[in-house]
């Protein structure tokens, strides 16, 4: 079942910007993951944040967790054509069970 | 090898037709995971396999069956599936415990008809 809320749905910038976007969930959770997938294919895994950590950096990834308001945040830095994706908020209590925000749809215009 | 293999690609299926799907992968991942996916929506568990035992379904209907003949092979048998069973279908896998991504296949695209 879903269990997050991502904010905001669709997302237009212009390349070279920044791109932000929030994912809500409901109960606890062991660790925070992201994942970015291009025209319905594949997922791909871009972050693992455990609920222990507040922020995380890989590339130009940022991710923050504060898990006293059940919420995270995507930061994608310095924009570029190929960031153009849906990204996916999934939690994980434990449980086998990875459960999946709605999505947010970025699209970086050139 | 750091992928999750799914095949095959595209499926069309009548209702009356029985098809499987397969996906392997060589990382050494215990947990093996079916998800479905329709459009515009995020994906949703169907199954999942640890250690080669079936340890979650997600009260999907007794048309899909699923498989893991082994530690890298799982397979999702589809039998009398209905038009709204038409979506993409993603296999994953992960380690079996600890903080781990999912490495997700890039699905099969199944139309029923």
């Known amino acids: 079942s879903q269990q997050g809320e991502e904010d905001p749905q669709a997302l237009s910038i212009q390349e070279g910007e920044n791109a932000t976007m929030n994912c809500s969930y409901k109960?606890?959770?062991?660790?925070l993951q992201w994942y970015r997938q291009n025209s319905g294919r594949g997922l791909v895994h871009l972050i693992l944040?455990?609920?222990?950590?507040r922020e995380k950096h890989s590339g130009r990834l940022r991710v923050t967790l504060d898990t006293s308001k059940k919420s995270s945040s995507l930061l994608i830095t310095a924009s570029r054509a190929a960031d153009t994706a849906s990204y996916f908020c999934?939690?994980?209590?434990?449980?086998?069970?990875?459960?999946f925000g709605a999505g947010t749809t970025v699209t970086v215009r050139a | 090898d750091t992928e999750v293999t799914q095949t095959p690609k595209h499926l069309v299926m009548g209702m009356t037709n029985k098809k499987s799907l397969k996906c392997e992968q060589h990382m050494g991942h215990r947990a093996m995971y079916w998800y479905k996916q329709k459009a515009k929506k995020p994906p949703e568990l169907m199954f999942v396999y640890s250690y080669e035992k079936l340890s979650i379904n997600e009260s999907v209907p007794s048309r899909f069956s699923p498989e893991c003949p082994n530690s890298s092979l799982l397979n999702l048998h589809l039998h009398a599936l209905q038009p709204e069973d038409s979506a993409l279908y993603l296999c994953?896998?992960?380690?079996?415990?600890?903080?781990?991504?999912?490495?997700f296949g890039s699905g099969t695209r199944l139309t029923v008809v």
């Open positions: 999934a939690t994980d209590a434990n449980d086998y069970k990875l459960s």
């Open positions: 109960t606890s959770i062991n660790n």
């Open positions: 994953a896998s992960s380690q079996a415990h600890g903080d781990y991504g999912y490495t």
């Open positions: 944040i455990r609920s222990n950590e």
